[in-house]
Nanobody, 121 residues
Framework: QVQLAESGGGLVQAGGSTRLSCVAS????????MGWFRQAPGKEREFVGG????????YYADFVKGRFTISRDNAKNTIYLQMNSLKPEDTAGYYC??????????????WGQGTQVTVSS
């Protein structure tokens, strides 16, 4: 099993920035990719971005390109989500995910509990 623990977030003003962290523990040798999803009230969970842990390839949803950046620290089994130019519509619970990469893309098997980001206007 792999456990994921997110931290960061909170209340941020529109236009501001914040950084989320996600630490993986347990059978981390089985993890080849990690990513971030978000879910706003009344909406479905949506992909924010992901990273291949070995090659560092990055993928982002169109709505965050140029504003959010994912980075990794493999030695710490940690990924980060730097969120800049935040908008009220970015308000959501943000969830870390871990897993592998299949022929159709990311295959996430493990999920964190989530951390709330609220952007005030």
């Amino acid at each position: 099993q792999v456990q994921l623990a997110e931290s960061g977030g909170g209340l941020v003003q529109a236009g501001g920035s914040t950084r989320l962290s996600c630490v993986a523990s347990g059978r981390t040798f089985s993890v080849y990719a990690m990513g971030w999803f978000r879910q706003a009230p009344g909406k479905e969970r949506e992909f924010v971005g992901g990273i291949h842990l070995s090659g560092g390839n990055l993928y982002y949803a169109d709505f965050v390109k140029g504003r959010f950046t994912i980075s990794r620290d493999n030695a710490k089994n940690t990924i980060y989500l730097q969120m800049n130019s935040l908008k009220p519509e970015d308000t959501a619970g943000y969830y870390c995910a871990a897993g592998g990469v299949g022929v159709k893309g990311f295959e996430f098997n493990y999920w964190g509990q989530g951390t709330q980001v609220t952007v005030s206007s």
